[in-house]
């Protein structure tokens, strides 16, 4: 027969168990909401003004991001959709043995700019801060341009050269010094293609960008345009 102080004991316990099974649940449903709530990617990828109209905010990040990194906004809005089709969770595809069992990732790339581990903690630590997030749109708009600034710093290619931004991008300054992406067509091809969608996002843009400067209530027309 179990005395009270047992009793209570016995009680005490299993509401703690119980109260951690449901801690553990909630941790579980939060991160996995994390991607459940993420934005869809746009369904026209083709037209930044589309992009921008399903997702305003947007607009705003990658502004901020121009006013203080120099990249213009096209320029950063072809690179995400280079890298990740604007899909925030997105991670290199692994590789499976025998068809089933999965082995490791090709990279630790993730998240809109595909930053890897390394380098995104060097922008953590220079320029973003220890909450930054790689699945999030305003940090990764960031990121672009603070590593395109540091491209430039460092191997001298324009702010205004997307196709050669996207080289060091890919392969790092060392690696665009020495040239390694001239071995590489598939970086060939992609930097090609970030040169072509800059110029027609930037064409799109420049028709539809009042559309996005003035549309909140405290921003003031001429004062909201750049």
């Known amino acids: 027969m179990l005395r009270p102080v047992d009793s209570f004991s016995a009680a005490t316990l299993s509401w703690c168990m119980t109260l951690r099974?449901?801690?553990l649940?909630?941790?579980?449903?939060?991160?996995?909401?994390?991607?459940?709530?993420?934005?869809?990617p746009p369904q026209d990828q083709s037209n930044i003004c589309e992009i921008?109209?399903?997702q305003p905010t947007w607009y705003d990040y990658a502004r901020d991001s121009q006013a203080k990194w120099g990249t213009s906004i096209a320029t950063q809005m072809a690179f995400i959709q280079?890298?990740?089709?604007?899909?925030?969770?997105?991670?290199?595809?692994r590789k499976y043995y025998l068809g089933f069992i999965p082995g490791p990732r090709p990279s630790s790339a993730k998240g809109y700019a595909q930053a890897q581990?390394?380098?995104?903690?060097?922008?953590?630590?220079?320029?973003?801060?220890?909450?930054?997030?790689?699945?999030?749109?305003?940090?990764?708009?960031?990121?672009?341009?603070?590593?395109?600034?540091?491209?430039?710093?460092?191997a001298g290619i324009s702010?205004?050269?997307?196709?050669?931004?996207?080289?060091?991008?890919?392969?790092?300054?060392?690696?665009?010094?020495?040239?390694?992406?001239?071995?590489?067509?598939h970086v060939l091809r992609a930097?090609?293609?970030?040169?072509?969608?800059?110029?027609?996002?930037?064409?799109?843009?420049?028709?539809?960008?009042?559309?996005?400067?003035?549309r909140r209530f405290y921003q003031v027309w001429p004062f909201c345009r750049s």
């Open 21 to 23: 099974t449901w801690g």
């Open 117 to 154: 581990d390394p380098v995104w903690g060097e922008y953590r630590d220079q320029a973003g801060s220890l909450f930054a997030r790689r699945t999030s749109m305003k940090h990764a708009t960031d990121f672009i341009g603070w590593y395109n600034r540091r491209s430039q710093q460092q």
């Open 82 to 93: 280079q890298e990740s089709s604007f899909k925030s969770h997105v991670r290199p595809d």
């Open 52 to 54: 921008f109209r399903e």
């Open 25 to 40: 649940i909630g941790i579980v449903l939060l991160l996995s909401g994390c991607a459940t709530f993420a934005p869809n």
């Open 191 to 214: 930097g090609q293609q970030i040169a072509t969608r800059t110029s027609r996002y930037q064409a799109q843009l420049n028709a539809c960008e009042a559309e996005f400067q003035c």
């Open 159 to 185: 702010l205004t050269n997307p196709e050669h931004l996207y080289y060091a991008y890919h392969e790092g300054a060392g690696g665009y010094r020495r040239g390694t992406y001239r071995n590489k067509p």
